[in-house]
């Protein structure tokens, strides 16, 4: 069927050219983060995974030597065994226990930045462990009083290295529209424990990730704080199987490789180069290396393969062995550490590197103010 054009006596309506914007300098202003209960590593062995696991040598030997001597878990296992679980069930609990622990991140991120709630223009929530709708970005506006217009958004199970691009999009929007902007990674790993298994892989998971909130204030044109210069990503696809994050109908269970780090080791140095030789820099440069602590491996790779000493890897390694593999908001706590423990001087730069599915590497560098 032919429609008739349509005719119209009026004057075709033209939009007046806007004004041109000045790109703003995205500068991260605040971190703030909540944490679940803890428990030792060797505790929750012998509690709960040690039976979990049939008291196997093998399993103890993965459990106690993964670098992580504390962990947190919104869910305790040992009161409650998750393992047999629905995921609907899990996705329940998971927005049960995500609103508080990420109200309080956020609020010790806008008191760490001195921003009221009330001038925050967009929340960005980060999470693979759990979902709702309306989400955790919807429900936490509406907790912390955020204004009516503030823009929100969820990034959904890209895994580990989320914060990474989630801060470059949430730059990306400070710069182009000028206005406070705040990205949560929120992580409740402990929702996900899965049925008894001989696949070592579990094991390996089980004994690394953790739960934790972290969230950061970006400003625009802050005089002090770490300004997003550039992002950086490779994805080598050709391994993609060798970590992996699949929804059963028993939570989320995950895939990972002990090839991880040999996969990682022949891309990190490429990342790093096209961060820095453009600005006529190298890695003896940098004055801060927040690198997400997947494992011990990982570390040592990105360490030798930079040619890195120990002491520029501490926080890194510090944070696996206090807190576990947290996901998405695991590079974040390792900036935070650099950001308090580090003498860090206008100009520095400072590298957030972070690793997941993919196989993906993610790289930021951030350029301290002030």
Known sequence: MDFP????????????????????????????????????????????????????????????NSGVDTRHAAVDPRIEDVANWGTEQR?????????PLGRAAIEAC?????????DVGQLTVVSCTGYATPGLDVLLARELGLGLDAQRLHIGHMGCYAAVPGLATVADGVAARGRVSIMLCLELTSLHVQPPTRDLEQVVAHAL???????????????AGLEVVDVVARTDTDHREKMRWDVTDQGFRMALSSKVPVVLEQHVEGVVEELLAPRGLTAADVRGWAVHPGG???????????????????????????HGNCSSATALLVLDRIRQGRELRAGDPVILMAFGPGLTLYAALLRVRG
Do not use: C
Request: aromatic residues 6%.
């Open 110 to 118: 806008l008191e760490d930045a001195g921003i009221a709630p009330a």
């Open 91 to 99: 996705m329940k609990r998971f927005l049960e226990e995500a609103m």
């Open 5 to 64: 054009a349509a005719t119209s006596s009026a004057a075709p309506a033209v939009l007046a050219a806007a004004a041109p914007r000045t790109l703003a300098v995205p500068v991260v202003v605040g971190i703030g983060t909540a944490l679940p209960p803890d428990r030792g590593q060797r505790e929750i062995w012998d509690t709960f995974f040690g039976e979990h696991y049939g008291n196997r040598a093998a399993p103890e030997q993965i459990f106690m």
């Open 296 to 322: 011990p491996k990982i570390i040592d790779v990105v360490r030798d393969r930079l040619g890195l000493q120990e002491d520029d890897v501490r926080e890194s390694r510090g944070v696996l062995r206090d």
């Open 209 to 223: 990730f953790s739960d934790a909130a972290t969230a950061v204030a970006v400003a625009p044109d802050a005089a």
